[in-house]
């Protein structure tokens, strides 16, 4: 699972340096990453398990720690 993160806020200046991203696996947390500007605002969550022990496939998503004056929008995993 990748993504980046997208910035509506015509480049203000006071974004802060980092977010961090949660990756949810049927909708339980399993991995954060912090993302910032050093990295394009692109993240990667690796070396997922695809199924659980009965053979089900897993639901992966993302979504975004709040960050302070902003408002978050997940499209995909982006």
Do not use: C, H, M
């Not at 974004?15 to 991203?21: F, G, M, N, Q, Y």
């Not at 910032?36 to 975004?64: I, N």
Request: charged share 35%.
């Amino acid at each position: 699972v990748e993504g980046t993160k997208t910035w509506n806020d015509n480049n203000a200046t006071d974004r802060p340096s980092s977010i961090k991203v949660d990756l949810l696996q049927n909708g339980k947390v399993v991995d954060t990453k912090e993302v910032t500007a050093a990295s394009e605002w692109k993240y990667t969550f690796e070396k997922l398990q695809a199924y659980d022990a009965e053979g089900k496939a897993y639901k992966y998503e993302v979504k975004e720690q709040a960050v302070e004056g902003y408002k978050s929008k997940v499209k995909g995993y982006d």
